[in-house]
Structures are given as structure tokens and as C-alpha cells.
């Protein structure tokens, strides 16, 4: 089995910063890809950032420029740095990992986080 734990979510004015850190834990022997998601009251979840095991990323372009991912293969975490975060930003961003490989031969397609909140107000 495999479980993601985001944290990192809070309440921040526009223009302000926020770190979210997602571990997976279980008898993980491989990830592909790592990622973070997020919804929008309202709207669609949309892909945010993801990394993969040999770290290639690839951003929204709404977060071009603003956000960083980061991946830590040994830990199985996975970072996002958000910078001149915006109202527009506002969301649940929930983690992701694709293509689990688990140590015992198991392999999950995808995994989800229960994600977290991210509010940008003033």
C-alpha cells in the first residue's frame, strides 16, 4: 500500500511564498512521476508541476516563473515552491505519484494525496 501526506498549505497575502512538501511512504521501490495537481472552487483539477524520477519538469503556464518542484528520489518526496503567489492561485493542491512500483511486485497506475489548502488573500 501506498499513502501521500502533503503539507505546506495555509493562508498567504498576494505576492507572498509557500512551500508544500509531499512524502510518500510504503515499500516503494519507484516512482516515474511525481506531480502536483490543483482545484479551484468550482473548476476542473488542472496539472500544476511535475517531476519525473530523472528530473524532468514540466509546469502549468500560469506558474511558469513563480513555482519550483523539486524531487528527492531516496526520500520519495516531492517539493513545491510557490513564489508571487496570486489570488488565482487559491486552490486544494493535492500530490501525485505515477507508475508506483512497489518492492514486492505491486504496482499502482496512480496515487493521490487527500490534499492541502492554499488561500491567497489579502
Known amino acids: 500500500q501506498v499513502q501521500l501526506v502533503e503539507s505546506g498549505g495555509g493562508l498567504v497575502q498576494p505576492g507572498g511564498s509557500l512551500r508544500l512538501s509531499c512524502a510518500a511512504s510504503?515499500?516503494?521501490?519507484?516512482?516515474?512521476?511525481m506531480g502536483w495537481y490543483r482545484q479551484a472552487p468550482g473548476k476542473e483539477r488542472e496539472v500544476v508541476a511535475t517531476?519525473?524520477?530523472?528530473?524532468?519538469?514540466n509546469y502549468a503556464d500560469s506558474v511558469t516563473d513563480r513555482f519550483t518542484i523539486s524531487r528527492d528520489n531516496a526520500k520519495n518526496t516531492v517539493h513545491l515552491e510557490m513564489n508571487s503567489l496570486k489570488p488565482e492561485d487559491t486552490a486544494v493542491y493535492y500530490c501525485?505519484?505515477?507508475?508506483?512500483?512497489?518492492?514486492?511486485?505491486?504496482?499502482?497506475?496512480?496515487?493521490w494525496g487527500q490534499g492541502t489548502l492554499v488561500t491567497v488573500s489579502s
Open positions: 517531476v519525473t524520477d530523472v528530473g524532468s519538469k
Open positions: 510504503g515499500s516503494i521501490l519507484s516512482i516515474n512521476v
Open positions: 501525485n505519484a505515477a507508475r508506483v512500483v512497489l518492492s514486492y511486485g505491486l504496482r499502482y497506475r496512480e496515487v
